[in-house]
Nanobody, 121 residues
Framework: QVQLVESGGGLVQPGGSLKLSCAAS????????MGWFRQAPGKERDFVSA????????YYTRSVKGRFTISRDNAKNTVYLQMNFLKPEDTAVYYC??????????????WGQGTQVTVSS
């Protein structure tokens, strides 16, 4: 049974930082590209960032480029999202997801349950 479990969310002031983690189990982690998505209240779920199987290629949506960094540790079956200079508009539930496809795929096979990130003063 595949499980993706996110952690690290919380309440942070504008300009602050958070680091999200997603621990994977039940799959051969190194064979999956990984992504982070987010869903704000009343909005659709949007792509945030993705990383390929080896960690050598990363992608970001324009609004987070330069502020967020995705990384992975295949030995720990974990993908991370370091979020710096957070803005109120980053407030959302953040989900990690795994795809057997290439890093540019929009067809993800497994999803986590999400972790809430709230940016507010």
């Amino acid at each position: 049974q595949v499980q993706l479990v996110e952690s690290g969310g919380g309440l942070v002031q504008p300009g602050g930082s958070l680091k999200l983690s997603c621990a994977a189990s039940g799959l051969t982690f190194s064979r999956f590209s990984m992504g982070w998505f987010r869903q704000a209240p009343g909005k659709e779920r949007d792509f945030v960032s993705a990383i390929n199987r080896s960690g050598g290629s990363t992608y970001y949506t324009r609004s987070v480029k330069g502020r967020f960094t995705i990384s992975r540790d295949n030995a720990k079956n974990t993908v991370y999202l370091q979020m710096n200079f957070l803005k109120p508009e980053d407030t959302a539930v953040y989900y990690c997801a795994a795809t057997r496809g290439d890093v540019g795929s929009d067809d993800y096979d497994y999803w986590g349950q999400g972790t809430q990130v709230t940016v507010s003063s």
